[in-house]
């Protein structure tokens, strides 16, 4: 994609970095796996074979090493559909990533879901209104791609894991005020999560591969959740299959 940046909107640190990222292009693998809590960066990090840059930003934070001989990034972006959007399309668009693959945590709206699931989102039904800016004579069904998809199922079940593949929903709202979640029920909806589907229309317009894996980590419907220390160091599975086919 060819387009034009004001310097208000480009802007390039002194070190050669981009604004936000403040990461140069030659410590960025084409492959990166992004999170949203910067406390998971070292955790999916501890699993690389070496480790060749370790950058930390505000609350953002990039690993870069390999794992079974492929160069590979690992970043924290943030949560919501805002911060992926700002770092997806910078990914993207100005350091040339090839594959996204976001790693994160996804409350049930399947029933048949349990805690600890893992959930490949194959698309992402959404509240946002982030598809406007394409001007697009119609809704688009935000997807993921068909081959890093195909490979994490495959990875999965070489891991001995069976996850549940189908449409999520990403959400603009944590606190939701509404009964949303029962009608997407309705529609087959597995998961609802805050990302994947601003994740999907960048890589869709850049002409670019990604995909989101969760972890259920709450069910609203009956309460059960699991405690933020266990969500960032015992989510492991989905860690494990990013890594394998990143």
């Known amino acids: 994609?060819?387009?034009?940046?004001?310097?208000?909107?480009?802007?390039?640190?002194?070190d050669?970095?981009?604004?936000?990222?403040?990461?140069k292009p030659e410590q960025l693998a084409d492959k990166v796996i992004l999170v949203g809590d910067p406390?998971?960066?070292?955790?999916?990090?501890s699993h690389f074979d070496t480790q060749e840059c370790d950058i930390s930003s505000r609350e953002f934070r990039t690993i870069t090493g390999?794992?079974?001989?492929?160069?590979?990034?690992?970043?924290?972006?943030?949560?919501?559909m805002p911060s992926m959007a700002i770092y997806s399309y910078e990914l993207f668009?100005?350091?040339?990533?090839?594959?996204?693959?976001?790693?994160?945590?996804?409350?049930v709206i399947d029933p048949s879901l349990k805690v600890r699931d893992v959930v490949i989102g194959m698309g992402a039904c959404t509240n946002s209104n982030y598809a406007a800016q394409f001007d697009l004579p119609g809704t688009y069904a935000p997807i993921c791609s068909y081959d890093l998809m195909k490979k994490?199922?495959?990875?999965?079940?070489?891991?001995?894991?069976?996850?549940?593949?189908?449409?999520?929903?990403?959400?603009?709202?944590?606190?939701?005020?509404?009964?949303g979640l029962s009608r997407w029920q309705k529609m087959g909806v597995l998961a609802t999560e805050m990302e994947a589907a601003a994740l999907?229309?960048?890589a869709a317009r850049a002409g670019k591969n990604a995909l989101a894996i969760c972890t259920i980590s709450d069910n609203p419907f009956t309460?059960?959740?699991?405690?933020?220390?266990?969500?960032?160091?015992t989510f492991t599975a989905m860690m494990e299959i990013a890594l394998e086919i990143a």
């Open 200 to 202: 999907y229309m960048n």
């Open 152 to 179: 994490a199922v495959e990875a999965a079940q070489r891991l001995g894991i069976e996850p549940k593949v189908g449409n999520i929903y990403s959400s603009d709202a944590f606190y939701d005020d509404g009964t």
């Open 223 to 233: 309460g059960e959740a699991t405690t933020p220390e266990e969500r960032q160091k």
């Open 66 to 80: 390999t794992y079974k001989g492929k160069r590979v990034s690992v970043m924290a972006s943030g949560m919501g």
């Open 16 to 23: 050669g970095s981009i604004f936000h990222l403040h990461v």
């Open 1 to 14: 994609m060819n387009k034009y940046f004001a310097p208000s909107e480009l802007i390039i640190n002194e």
């Open 93 to 107: 668009n100005f350091y040339d990533v090839k594959n996204i693959i976001r790693v994160g945590t996804a409350g």
């Open 39 to 45: 406390g998971r960066v070292p955790t999916v990090a």
